[in-house]
């Protein structure tokens, strides 16, 4: 079988073909993702190469949106219409939304098969798992709570990488003297949120990022602590430029890779994007954690639900995708393009850089030490009609030169409460 399979991708296909699995029925996959940037969709090459390697047929359903908000909308007008397709790309309280309806196919005879249960962290294997059964299966361990920087772009401003909120602003206010963006940003109101989660947990800390924004506890949300958040949020603003509105992430993250913004708050799947364009880190850039928050890690599992389909030889696909997913090759050559760790436990991070090795340290140590928290922002957390509501909240603040902090945080407790 001719592969079209990208050249760092031949040892994974050749070792699960190697594994001599049977092509005897192939089946067609058709998966539903929103992974387009550079290192999105080399990742995603990775994902169709594992499938196309078992001998089945991957029809790819990718609709463009960095965070997934237009994903979904196309989602649910392709399940309502009754022509769901065979896997998705769903994650964090979304799979419970969706596992009530009735649409999901039971994942327990591949977890059961390949012990998914003792290769999983708990607090991922519980978001998986709907009334105790798996509907969705991980495919890694995103840090959503980074922060990027160009280190060229600081020598020249004499400017250091900041480890607490003051330490950012003054060298955001160097960059702006160099004549260098400070913080390249993307307005999107996913991508506000990201930073304002960030802000949250470096200035509130753990404790109160969970109150307040996993428990949406009102007295939280209008708080002093949470007026501090809003008012050092707001602050980043002065040093974003006017182009911001409607940026891509991505195209944000290309503004540090070129050296023509210093900083960007953001995931790391920014990673990707600079490993895709060549970067090394802690050469061509650096990762640090977002201010304040060294002793936390804001958790972000992307996960794939197969929908219930008639086909059988589609079935064993997606059985077959399912359990590839979680395999140690694919982990690995997956987490590597994406920016993120695996989500398998006890893999070899032998080929991973120092910013996912201090990632898989710190899932570990916050995990023990209560600093895990799930990121709101990329649908983690809340319910998504209280997360979507939120996140409109702290965007309409960003975005007014008129609202206030005590306003804001009115609309956020109003907003928390969205059924
Ligand atoms: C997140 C997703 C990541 C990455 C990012 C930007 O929600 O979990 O995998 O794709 O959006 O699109």
Known sequence: MKLNTPTFLRPLVGALALAGCAFAHAGEVEVLHY???????KAAAALKAT?????????DFAVAGGGGDSAMTVLKSRVVSGNAPAAAQIKGPSIQEWGKEGVLADLDDVAKANSWDTLLPK???????????????????HRVNWLWANPEALKKANAKLPTNWDEFFVTAEALKKAGITPVAHGGQNWQDFTTFES???????????KKALVQLDAASLKSATMEKVLTTFKRIKGYTDKNA???????????????????????????????????????????????????AFTFNVDSFAMFKIKNEANQKAQKDLAAAIMAPEFQEVFNLNKGSIPVRLNMDMGKFDDCAK??????????????????????????????????????????????????????????????
């Open 35 to 41: 992974w387009t940037s550079g290192g999105e969709a």
């Open 51 to 59: 499938l196309q390697a078992k001998g089945h047929t991957w029809k």
């Open 123 to 141: 607090v991922v294997s519980d978001v998986m798992k709907v009334k105790g059964h798996y509907a969705a299966v991980p495919v890694n361990v």
């Open 199 to 209: 802000v949250a947990l470096g200035v509130g800390g753990a404790d109160f990022y």
């Open 245 to 295: 509105p409607g940026r891509d992430w991505n195209l944000a993250t290309a503004m540090v890779i070129r050296g023509e913004a210093g900083m960007q708050l953001m995931g790391d799947w920014a990673k990707g994007e600079f490993i895709a364009a060549g970067k090394k880190p802690g050469v061509d850039f650096l990762c640090a954690a977002a201010p304040g928050t060294a002793n």
């Open 358 to 419: 201090l990632s898989s340290k710190d899932f570990v140590a916050t995990a023990q030490g209560g600093g895990l928290v799930p990121s709101i922002a990329h649908g983690m957390a809340v319910p998504s009609a209280a997360e979507g509501a939120i996140k409109d909240a702290v965007s309409n603040f960003w975005n007014s030169d008129k609202m206030t902090a005590a306003e804001a945080m009115d609309k956020l407790v109003a907003a928390a409460r969205t059924k």
